[in-house]
């Protein structure tokens, strides 16, 4: 639930790039994407590329795939599988090189340049991806390897090639008329635009509001580290002697669980839930109304009856009966914890003498107290023994145990940012694996969130050779103030956990075409998710859990406490988690939209016959729901859930087996799961992995909610 996981639409070769020539006296720069990278591990000089180099590379990398497909096309040879199949997936190299670098760069150190270039390249990208998609002479020699397959005697990777091939162009458009080929470009086009506006919007109303502190007072109950990087914003701001919060998560997160100031809870609260919905020109609901609405005409042109439908057609849940039966059983024991939680919190406040009925501002207020009085833990207690160079030690330390792999240090590589770190990534019979990039701190050019992405895909060259994949994990942890190291909450703990195991997925990656190296986006969160299990428990805690001050070992009496209060609020966690899961279903599951469409009034709306407390807003609210409104994971929401369930069921093997690092059960989730990309069925690699299908109970044991009366249908 912590990330965005970000893939490329298409994953094609990789063509490296180098920088910087000399002539005489004079330094010419040359754009490294058209020259071979002169860097270690081939790792991109990201120092020395420009923004009219992005340009120029787009540019040409769209020139050269046409010239590529032009030869596909133009050839004298019958379709078969390596001159059709194989010449399509290498395609595009220089194309997907630079794609990723942009994207990339765009995500995490961007500029008022870089997004009105995104602006610029979105059409004619969508156009280009089009032109491929919807060539007849191209679908015909694709079709007709396709229908002739037998005799082409394919092993199982080459089969799922050209499975997906064929498919990606019959969803794409292939088999549309040319009157309805042309709507659909223009559809892909629009909401292209708009998935880019959406997400630059929201980064632009989070970056807005600043909360100013001006009287000491207002600072009663903060924690000396919140206190001190609000400072430390202020001084940078020019306001000397003040203290400044914002709308990141790890200023207004624990703003919002600690503040003594009720007044300025609201304001902050109010701010952050209240992004893209200002009636400004950041507003996004005039966004998210184009958005779903052009969405729905590009299902119902395809032969959807909606937009679900369409993106579910080629995932493990199929339709949208099987995405809404499962967020439906866990709905009503939720919401019945959730309103346990309720009552606690209405405790809380009469126990101060408070004659009011709790907001969301309270929220996490009052529920800091309700389990700091309930098991004599609070955050603050925990956070000295999870530096975080030592909570990525951890992470280090468990994919060790499991797999055999180590991690070096590089400080001699070019690097996404300057805060970013490199290590190189070595297997247990000494050969590398990759180049891992760590980028940990918030920043006005950075999106919000947590997310693992890759500079380069895992591959091999024409020629046999493995290239490995350079990936990189990025987050928003509370930036350590001057002179003191990075101290993670516990939640910032689990997500460097969780990106962590996304890398691994990458790292671990091998296949022999690119067009076969991604899974279903419900099972995708399988390999993250799982990796959180370890964070936490007391075997892992004694080895990465030490005081950064004394060195200590966290306590075991801590660790028992962290166990009893593990399960507790469970209840928000989830109903705002399924919330969201399911205000994206609704918005996908239409079947027509008003042209005077009110996306607040209608997530309002379905929300509310739900009975969702207003005490808890969905984790995201519809104007800043970048998962969905800005692409990724659009009618797919539900797939943390999903994989969760399947998370849960696999470490519940580890919990059998007596030993959370049976060297079995990590050696078979390593090569069935982690290892084959999409080449498999994703439901008969967790099969081959578990000797059997997943059980729920393993989830609504992790999440506390098993002893409610539940539907019964999946026990």
């Known amino acids: ?117 995104s602006q610029e390249l979105s059409p004619l990208l969508s156009a280009h991806t089009d032109d491929i998609y919807m060539n007849p002479l191209l679908f015909d020699r694709v079709k007709q390897v396709y229908d002739n397959r037998a005799k082409f005697q394919l092993d199982k990777e080459q089969n799922k090639l050209l499975d997906e091939t064929y498919k990606a162009f019959t969803r794409r458009g292939a088999n549309l008329n040319d009157a309805d080929k042309e709507k659909l470009r223009k559809l892909n086009e629009q909401i292209s635009l708009l998935e880019i506006k959406f997400e630059q919007n929201m980064l632009k109303e989070t970056n807005a509001f600043k909360l100013v502190v001006d009287d000491e007072k207002d600072l009663s109950g903060l924690p000396a580290s919140l ?27 624990p703003f919002l669980q600690y503040a003594d100031n009720r007044v300025l809870r609201e304001r902050i609260f109010k701010a952050y839930i209240n992004r893209g919905n200002n009636g400004n020109a950041q507003d996004n609901k005039s966004v998210v ?48 914890v ?13 126990n101060e003498g408070g004659k009011f009925e709790p907001q969301g501002w309270d929220w996490r207020y009052y529920f800091e107290k309700a389990k700091s009085r309930k098991f004599s833990i609070n955050e603050n207690e925990v956070r000295p023994y999870l530096e975080l160079n030592q909570v990525r030690e951890g992470a280090f330390y468990v994919a060790n145990r499991l797999y055999g792999i180590r991690f070096r240090p590089l400080s001699y590589l070019p690097l996404p940012h300057p805060e970013a770190q490199a290590f190189e990534c070595i297997d247990q019979d000494g050969k590398q694996l990759g180049i891992l990039y760590f980028d940990f701190f918030p920043r006005e050019s950075k999106n919000g969130g947590a997310w693992c992405t890759i500079y380069r895909p895992q591959q091999y060259d024409e020629q046999g050779n493995k290239v490995v994949p350079i990936v990189s994990i990025v987050c928003n942890f509370t930036k350590p103030s001057a002179g003191e ?72 009496e801590l660790i028992e406490k962290l166990d009893k209060s593990g399960k507790y609020g469970q209840g928000f966690a989830t109903v705002e988690y399924l919330a969201a899961s399911l205000l994206d279903m609704d918005f996908h599951t239409l079947k027509e939209v008003p042209a005077d469409f009110d996306p607040m009034a209608f997530e309002a709306k379905v929300l509310g016959k739900r009975g969702l407390l207003k005490q808890i807003p969905s984790r995201y609210r519809s104007t800043y729901f970048a998962h969905t409104m800005g692409g990724g994971y659009t009618a797919g929401y539900y797939s943390y859930i999903w994989a969760e369930v399947l998370d849960c069921d696999a470490f519940g093997a580890y919990v059998e087996s007596g030993d959370i690092f049976q060297p079995e059960l990590a050696r078979k989730f390593r090569y069935e799961v982690l290892t084959p990309g999409g080449i498999d069925d994703a439901m008969e690699m967790y099969v081959r992995f578990r000797g059997k299908t997943p059980d729920i109970k393993w989830l609504l044991e992790k999440r506390g909610l098993n002893d409610t009366k539940l539907n019964k249908k999946k026990e």
């Open 1 to 117: 639930m912590k990330c965005r996981m970000l893939f490329a639409s298409t994953l094609l070769t990789a063509s490296m790039a180098a920088f910087g020539q000399t002539a005489g006296s004079v330094q010419l720069h040359v754009n490294p994407f058209l020259v071979e990278y002169n860097t270690p591990y081939g790792v991109p000089p990201f120092d020395q590329i420009t923004l009219a180099d992005y340009r120029e590379a787009f540019l040409k990398g769209i020139e050269l795939q046409k010239q590529e497909i032009d030869a596909i096309v133009r050839q004298r040879s019958m379709p078969d599988f390596e001159n059709t199949i194989v010449a399509l997936d290498r395609s595009g190299a220089l194309l997907m090189q630079v794609q990723l670098m942009f994207g990339n760069q765009s995500a995490c150190d961007t500029n008022a340049e870089m997004q009105a270039l």
């Open 338 to 350: 959730a309103q346990q939680e309720l009552a606690d919190i209405r405790q809380e406040i009469k």
């Open 227 to 253: 206190i001190a990087n609000a400072a430390e914003t202020a001084q940078a701001l020019g306001m000397e002697g003040k203290w400044v919060f914002t709308l990141h998560n790890p200023s207004v997160m």
């Open 485 to 556: 190291p990075a101290l993670l909450s516990m939640d910032e703990a689990s997500t460097l956990f969780h990106e962590f195991g996304h890398g691994l997925h990458s790292l671990f990656g091998d296949v022999h075409y690119l067009g076969v190296s991604e899974v279903p986006l419900d099972f995708v969160e399988l390999p993250s998710q799982i990796d959180e299990h370890w964070a936490f428990e007391p075997e892992v805690l004694k080895v990465y859990a030490k005081h950064y001050q004394t060195g200590e070992i966290i306590p075991m």
């Open 289 to 336: 109304r184009e958005l779903v609405t052009a969405r729905l005409e590009k299902a119902k042109l395809m032969g959807f009856p909606d937009y679900a439908a369409m993106a579910l057609d080629n995932r493990m849940a199929k339709n949208e009966e099987n995405v809404y039966q499962l967020l439906d059983q866990l709905w009503k024991p939720a919401l019945k």
